[in-house]
């Protein structure tokens, strides 16, 4: 059976004395680098219209930072792995001399998720830990590429009714999430296609950490004059 699942999924692999391996060989070619093509535009677009919306969010979450305040980020699926990415680059900076900045990612406490999916609703998993661990000048950064992922949404709104700083990495035309008036910064990716989409919210994230990182830098600078 599962021979049977693999020929259909991959025709070409069977078809033995039928098919050309050198057509095949291009054809993966011409696909990878058309990918590449796509995801290298997007990210280029993504800068270009929305590069005065990056640098400001930037320079209000370093201020944040600067004042003692945690982020919190959040998103589904390839969403929360972002998360997680994010999570990791603020606690451990693979630069050197970049200084470590309180970030979680409130998408990896499996038993958290589940109990409040399972016992209240699974639009409330960000919600409930934003109560929890929210703090006014904290940051809420919240991640999704179609811009309407519900819990997404209440997270933030929760996190603006606490006094939070609001950002929000979204792809489409950026969907409630992105219309929502809980939210102070949207970081807008033009697309309409889910995996280029989230290749380029990568980029939006790590220019948002090195932008981070350079405005709290020219802080200390000129702090200690």
């Given at each position: 059976m599962a021979e049977?699942?693999?020929?259909?999924?991959?025709?070409?692999?069977?078809?033995?004395?039928?098919?050309?391996?050198?057509?095949?060989?291009a054809s993966v070619v011409?696909?990878?680098?058309?990918?590449?093509?796509?995801?290298?535009?997007?990210?280029?677009?993504?800068?270009?219209?929305?590069?005065?919306?990056?640098?400001?969010?930037?320079?209000?979450?370093?201020?944040?930072?600067?004042?003692?305040?945690?982020?919190?980020?959040?998103?589904?699926?390839?969403?929360?792995?972002?998360?997680?990415?994010?999570?990791?680059?603020?606690?451990?900076?693979?630069?050197?001399?970049r200084r470590p900045l309180p970030c979680y990612a409130l998408t990896v406490d499996t038993a958290v998720i589940t109990a409040i999916g399972n016992d209240v609703h699974f639009e409330n998993i960000f919600l409930r830990q934003i109560i929890a661990f929210g703090r006014p000048g904290d940051i809420a950064l919240g991640i999704s590429t179609s811009g309407n992922s519900p819990n997404v949404?209440?997270?933030?709104?929760?996190a603006k009714r606490q006094g939070m700083l609001t950002v929000a990495v979204v792809g489409y035309d950026g969907g409630q999430i992105g219309r929502s008036p809980a939210v102070d910064h949207v970081l807008l990716t033009p697309s309409t296609y889910v995996p280029r989409i989230q290749e380029a919210q990568g980029t939006v994230l790590h220019l948002l950490w090195e932008l981070i990182h350079r405005a709290l830098e020219a802080r200390e600078r000129r702090e200690t004059r």
């Open positions: 049977r699942y693999e020929e259909i999924l991959y025709p070409f692999l069977f078809e033995r004395d039928r098919a050309d391996p050198q057509a095949v060989l011409e696909s990878s680098r058309q990918k590449a093509e796509d995801v290298i535009a997007l990210r280029r677009t993504s800068w270009e219209r929305g590069k005065e919306a990056i640098v400001r969010a930037a320079l209000a979450m370093a201020d944040a930072f600067a004042r003692g305040g945690t982020l919190y980020v959040f998103g589904n699926g390839g969403s929360a792995t972002d998360a997680q990415d994010v999570a990791a680059d603020f606690m451990r900076p693979a630069l050197p001399g949404l209440k997270g933030l709104e929760q």
